[in-house]
């Protein structure tokens, strides 16, 4: 419950963020241990409240970090500790330049997401992990990986699994 009330606290805190482009990725709080590399870059740097990400970004944690996220507006995630990811895609799917769709390449760990239910133009957020894809609207689900497979939780709403 606590995790559900603070995830409602940052989408109300993400509806009002303006400074990032329309395809970037915002870090709204950092404890532990984070690291982020940009594309093109070689080496990993820590990761700090306020960043910004862009698309072919990564994050890992370590087994303290714990992240929050600004996917997109109406998404938050929160990236687990020993995760490491991609910012697979964050942009818009017209010429509002609002970005509405993300897909997050989860290569190890667990993240979770909370996804606003929003009337006019629901958020498209997907996990990709090896084994497949979890695509969410207006829902709040966790997606981990493990030794043996990938498992997709659901607390309320609706998410499709599409294995590969």
């Known amino acids: ?5 603070k995830f409602i606290l940052i ?5 009002t963020v ?3 482009e329309a395809s970037d990725v ?3 709080s950092v404890t532990g241990t984070a690291e982020y590399i940009l594309p093109g870059s070689s080496a990993y740097q820590p990761l700090k409240e306020g960043k910004i990400l862009s698309e072919g970004s990564k994050i890992r944690t370590g087994r303290n970090g714990l992240v929050f996220v600004s996917v997109i507006p109406g998404v938050a995630m929160r990236v687990s500790g020993e995760t490491e990811l991609t910012v697979a895609q ?3 799917s ?4 609002v970005p509405d769709q993300a897909t997050i390449q989860l290569n190890q760990g667990a993240i979770h997401a909370l996804i606003e239910k929003i ?3 629901q958020p498209d957020f997907k996990v ?3 084994q497949g894809m979890a695509s969410a609207r207006g829902t709040f689900f966790g997606v981990y990986i493990e030794k043996d497979g990938t498992y997709v939780g659901v607390k309320e709403g609706r998410v499709k699994i599409t294995p590969f």
């Open 1 to 5: 419950m606590k995790t559900k009330l």
């Open 11 to 15: 989408l109300s805190i993400l509806a």
């Open 18 to 20: 303006a400074k990032a």
């Open 26 to 28: 915002v870090v709204k």
């Open 90 to 92: 964050a942009s818009s």
């Open 94 to 97: 017209d010429q509002s330049k």
């Open 119 to 121: 009337k006019q133009a």
């Open 128 to 130: 990709e992990t090896p």
